[in-house]
């Protein structure tokens, strides 16, 4: 299967990038891996002419609408965020009524017509530097009332929240933490900030998930738990086999990021399947919220 689609690849003038959330098999096929917004970049300088994305709806929306002329294929076209799905266009302008001098910062994992209502998107590696960047005093910030509020903590400037989370990482509870800490007493805990704030407040690191494995390569410690999707952690033990990582839970899995199988990756290239295409009419607003979002994350 990895054969078929090095050769496919090239035939068809192909890119293949992964979230950290794939698994292992599909990782293992990606020309690159990382996260929302290392592959927003990636996306963005890659000169092939097809990029097949491994990973949810809205990264790979994201891709294309940072590369309008390039085709962009969603390995698996069923895989799609629940948290992006909690928002709707409609929640944003409402908001913008209530508080018309605040700048509206959009969590990347939304839907391309909440794009189109933002001002600026952001990931959870470069929220607190965009929104300490924006002129206005009050920020309505969404979806993720978990980043939102962590996010909180690096600003004095006044945040309003939505009320949408991220089930994955929301469900994760403090007795969770407690057991694993049990289990693993010499271990230090590094989270997701899409996490609620009694676990960001019991970890050792809070960070996105490049942050993360940053900090576990360049920390002295032997063990670590890791508060985020168990994807991170086939990332972790192929690159650091001296190190041993332990899920903060066994039940932390995006069953969406998990939906892409191999097959799928060589199908989507072989019948050029699941081609993103965004509507006109929201097309260069959302585009645009992005590329501020590269702006001001330089
Ligand atoms: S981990 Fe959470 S935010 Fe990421 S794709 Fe899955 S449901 Fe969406």
Redesign the pocket.
């Known amino acids: 299967m990895y054969n078929e689609i090095q050769k496919l690849k090239k035939e068809k003038d192909a890119i293949i990038l992964a979230h950290f959330?794939q698994s292992a098999q599909v990782k293992e096929a990606a020309d690159y891996v990382g996260d929302s917004f290392e592959l927003a970049k990636k996306a963005k300088s890659s000169s092939s002419g097809t990029i097949v994305f491994c990973g949810?709806k809205f990264m790979a929306e994201s891709a294309k609408l940072l590369n309008p002329q390039k085709t962009v294929l969603l390995a698996e076209s069923t895989a799609g965020?629940?948290?992006?799905d909690m928002l709707k266009a409609e929640d944003i302008i409402r908001l913008r009524a209530k508080y018309p001098k605040a700048a509206v910062v959009l969590y990347i994992?939304s839907s391309v017509e909440a794009k189109a209502q933002s001002d600026v998107c952001c990931t959870s590696s470069n929220a607190a530097k965009i929104i300490k960047k924006l002129p206005n005093k009050q920020i309505i910030f969404l979806p993720d009332k978990n980043l939102g509020s962590y996010i909180a903590r690096f600003t004095d400037k006044e945040i309003i929240l939505f009320d949408g989370y991220?089930?994955?990482?929301d469900k994760i509870t403090i007795d969770d933490l407690i057991k694993a800490k049990q289990a693993y007493p010499k271990a230090l805990v590094a989270v997701h900030p899409?996490c609620r704030a009694e676990i960001v407040d019991a970890a050792d690191f809070c960070g996105s998930t490049s942050q993360i494995i940053s900090y576990a390569a360049l920390s002295n410690a032997k063990e670590f738990i890791i508060g985020t999707?168990q994807g991170v952690i086939d990332v972790l033990e192929k690159n650091h086999s001296d190190k041993k990582f332990y899920p903060l839970s066994d039940n932390f899995i995006?069953p969406?990021?998990k939906k892409t199988l191999l097959e799928d990756v060589r199908n989507c290239l072989k019948y050029n399947l699941n081609s993103i295409e965004i509507e006109p009419s929201v097309f260069d607003n959302a585009a645009k919220s992005l590329e501020l979002m590269m702006e001001l994350a330089k």
């Open positions: 959330y949810v965020c629940p948290m992006a994992n991220c089930h994955v990482h899409e999707e995006c969406n990021m």
